[in-house]
T-cell receptor
Framework: GAVVSQHPSWVICKSGTSVKIECRSL??????MFWYRQFPKQSLMLMATSNEGSKATYEQGVEKDKFLINHASLTLSTLTVTSAHPEDSSFYIC??????????????????????FGPGTRLLVL | TQLLEQSPQFLSIQEGENLTVYCNSS?????LQWYRQEPGEGPVLLVTVVTGGEVKKLKRLTFQFGDARKDSSLHITAAQTGDTGLYLC???????????FGQGTRLTINP
């Protein structure tokens, strides 16, 4: 299947600093990227959806000025946590979609998923 | 309000036993996906079900999509310690590419 990478895999920062997390689709073009947040022992909560070249759509309750998302190319989206505080400590996961729906043909057959998940970035704010 | 209710949220059983995890909703989904997630890693897709009543098997795992496409189940036969992990269901609504996740089921298989 397609590969999505995230960098860094973990980061520790001081309160008040900003942290940038990168999400890259390595072997396909992602028209849409999604950013999720996961607290310990909980499920994934969608934060925002970003489409290449346009502004991100944030889910209710997610501060767009605090979580800046940039999807400047078809293979890269970034999430910047501005002025991070300890309560922002979490596991951040991105996923990348082809925008083609199920059974998308990318020169490969049998692809049923519309989103490919990255390995996650663990953020700890001290 | 949780759009997808997953149950049980925690399950601890002995190796060799069978188990079923449920994912229920009042909404209709165009597809439903099951993921497994290990600590510190992203979720890995196990299966996608699309058609109402569809049953898919993946070795000892059997996935079923409800006739009305509102619910799904994951059944594991003869559980093994390697099945331990967080199982997540996620639904995709027609016309919306984003996924809605259930709360997850943390499964522990004891030797």
């Amino acid at each position: 299947g397609a590969v999505v990478s995230q960098h860094p895999s973990w980061v520790i920062c001081k309160s008040g600093t900003s942290v940038k997390i990168e999400c890259r689709s390595l072997d396909f073009q992602a028209t849409t990227m999604f950013w999720y947040r996961q607290f310990p022992k909980q499920s994934l909560m969608l934060m925002a959806t970003s489409n290449e070249g346009s502004k991100a759509t944030y889910e209710q309750g997610v501060e767009k000025d605090k979580f800046l998302i940039n999807h400047a190319s078809l293979t890269l989206s970034t999430l910047t946590v501005t002025s991070a505080h300890p309560e922002d400590s979490s596991f951040y996961i991105c996923s990348a979609g082809t925008g083609l729906g199920r059974l998308a043909l990318l020169g490969k057959r049998g692809i049923e998923e519309t989103q490919y998940f990255g390995p996650g970035t663990r953020l700890l704010v001290l | 309000t949780q759009l997808l209710e997953q149950s049980p949220q925690f399950l601890s059983i002995q190796e060799g036993e069978n188990l079923t995890v449920y994912c229920n909703s009042s909404s209709v989904f165009s597809s439903l996906q099951w993921y497994r997630q290990e600590p510190g890693e992203g979720p890995v897709l196990l299966v996608t079900v699309v058609t109402g009543g569809e049953v898919k098997k993946l070795k000892r795992l059997t996935f079923q999509f409800g006739d009305a496409r509102k619910d799904s189940s994951l059944h594991i036969t003869a559980a093994q310690t390697g099945d331990t992990g967080l199982y997540l269901c996620a639904g995709e609504k027609k016309g919306a590419q984003k996924l809605v996740f259930g709360q997850g089921t943390r499964l522990t298989i004891n030797p």
